[in-house]
């Protein structure tokens, strides 16, 4: 598994990607429920987002599907 500080590197470049090339899915990144806590504090660990970070890859490999 990758450390916390890879995970967000990689989340931040996969964003940008989908900001940049995909501009109509970048609107829909803050509806995803990956991102919305359930909590008033929440602990995020590697776990959670490695999650995100493969949310954020089906989200753009979806599009692609339909698209």
Do not use: G
């Amino acid at each position: 598994m990758k450390n916390v500080q890879e995970l967000l590197t990689e989340i931040t470049q996969v964003t940008r990607d989908i900001e940049t090339n995909y501009p109509e899915v970048y609107q829909y990144l803050d509806e995803n429920p990956v991102t919305i806590p359930n909590m008033e504090h929440p602990k995020v660990d590697a776990s959670e987002l490695e999650d995100y970070l493969e949310s954020l890859k089906d989200l753009i490999k979806k599009y692609k599907e339909e698209h």
